[in-house]
């Protein structure tokens, strides 16, 4: 992906999302925004249309299926690549194909490898 990739991140983890967003900065040269919640990380997908969501998929108040289900509702969002992370070893992916989401990545996650597995989960299939 081109070093103009803009992706949004949503996670309740302040560590986690600093983490995520100078990985992605630094070894990718992608432009990343970070929001600590799904409401957050929502108005910012309406604003800035990324290239693609990654969504904690736990997160108090609005969890990432509900994150989802709303930006693949709204005509602005629908088209973005949601990408769930989450620790949970056990996932509904019946429930994560239905919403529409390009896939999961499962936490902990090898940070030099971040941007490679992001990419291939956003890539449309031709």
């Not at 693609?52 to 998929?57: I, K, P, R």
């Not at 990432?64 to 992370?85: H, M, N, S």
Request: net charge negative; with cysteine.
């Amino acid at each position: 992906m081109a070093a103009d990739f803009r992706v949004v991140i949503i996670d309740d983890d302040a560590d986690l999302r600093r983490l995520l967003q100078v990985t992605l900065e630094f070894t990718a040269r992608w432009s990343v925004t970070a929001a600590a919640d799904g409401a957050e990380g929502i108005a910012l997908a309406r604003r800035l249309v990324p290239d693609a969501v990654v969504v904690d998929l736990m997160m108090p108040g609005m969890d990432g299926y509900e994150v989802c289900r709303q930006l693949k509702a709204d005509p602005v969002t629908a088209g973005i690549p949601v990408v769930f992370l989450t620790a949970r070893q056990r996932v509904d992916e019946a429930r994560v194909r239905a919403l529409g989401a390009a896939g999961l990545l499962f936490k902990p996650f090898e940070p030099d490898e971040l941007a490679a597995r992001i990419t291939e989960l956003c890539r449309t299939p031709e």
